[in-house]
């Protein structure tokens, strides 16, 4: 996939989810002011922080998709796990308020006005929200972007989400009054569970952690397919926004001209840039006497 194709597939999915929200917002306001309930309360407040999510993730994508510049040599992809992190501390402190808010509603039970107003806007949600998550998905498998999968994740929650507040009212309607704030603490301990989960994945990206094994053995095999090639060693990868990136050494003829070794790497990359997509490359050719001499160790450092 172009670099161009890339970011029109993010913009579009960024640009729904923050659509979808603020029609989220819209209804849930209105059924919670009609309605006084706490699980309704719970669902705007998670939409509230879907839009700013959305929209910090709308921001991100753009700078992440800028180009390498003189000052940022490896482009600007970490600036989607950096939105991740900042998603994570802001979902965390509204799911805190909402554990409280229930605990509160809990202890003070009351009946819920005007339930079929809060019944229809759940309803609603839902089928939103799924034709969202559906597009998301559909980004996600064109583009793995890690900014729409975060996203997404509060998306595919909020179907959870709005299920429970849907079962919530019509609990509190037959006179079950503690199911509203219950699902409310129920909603604030499933969003905490999410949003440390996004800021795990967010801070292991920018500390920069390896590509999963098999992608790293599929690197590996490529290049020891690469006639002239006896081995691979010092692999280190990583991923920064959708482009990952690959350091290896190969281990070449110790008599090969450079011109030669030069053509040889330069067919192991290729091989690894037509396995994966959007993948920086850097190659490092050791003469095989040498790496066997570094694996054996010098006289001097066997003392």
């Not at 640009?15 to 706490?38: C, P, Y």
């Not at 000052?71 to 900042?86: C, P, Q, T, V, Y």
């Not at 994570?88 to 039970?109: D, E, K, P, R």
């Not at 030069?262 to 396995?275: P, T």
């Amino acid at each position: 996939m172009s670099h161009q194709q890339y970011s029109r597939w993010v913009t579009l999915a960024s640009m729904a989810a923050v659509t979808t929200a603020t029609l989220l917002i819209t209804g849930k306001l209105i059924a919670w002011l009609m309605t006084d309930s706490s699980s309704l309360l719970a669902s705007l407040t998670d939409s509230f922080m879907d839009v700013s999510a959305s929209i910090i993730n709308l921001l991100a994508i753009r700078y992440a998709l800028a180009p390498a510049d003189d000052e940022h040599r490896f482009g600007h992809g970490k600036a989607e796990s950096l939105a991740g992190l900042i998603q994570s501390a802001f979902i965390s402190g509204s799911a805190l308020l909402l554990v409280m808010h229930g605990i509160s509603s809990l202890l003070n039970q009351a009946p819920i006005l005007r339930l079929e107003a809060g019944i229809w806007v759940s309803g609603g949600s839902i089928v939103l929200t799924l034709l969202l998550v559906s597009f998301q998905g559909f980004v996600i498998r064109k583009t793995n972007s890690v900014a729409i999968k975060a996203d997404m994740m509060h998306y595919r929650s909020d179907l959870l989400l709005n299920a429970g507040v849907l079962l919530a009212l019509v609990l509190a309607g037959r006179g079950w009054f503690w199911a509203d704030g219950l699902f409310a603490i129920l909603i604030g301990l499933f969003l905490l569970w999410g949003a440390i989960h996004i800021g795990y994945e967010s801070v292991q990206a920018l500390l920069d952690r390896q590509l999963p094994a098999e992608e790293q053995a599929r690197i590996m095999a490529l290049c020891c397919e690469v006639e002239g090639v006896h081995g691979v060693h010092d692999l280190r990868t990583r991923q920064s926004g959708p482009t990952r990136f690959v350091q290896l050494h190969l281990e070449l003829d110790d008599q090969l001209p450079l011109v030669k070794a030069h053509q040889i790497a330069d067919e192991a990359e290729l091989a690894v840039r037509q396995e994966f997509e959007r993948m920086d490359v850097i190659i490092h050719m050791d003469p095989i006497s040498v790496v066997h001499k570094e694996q054996q160790g010098t006289p001097s450092e066997q003392q």
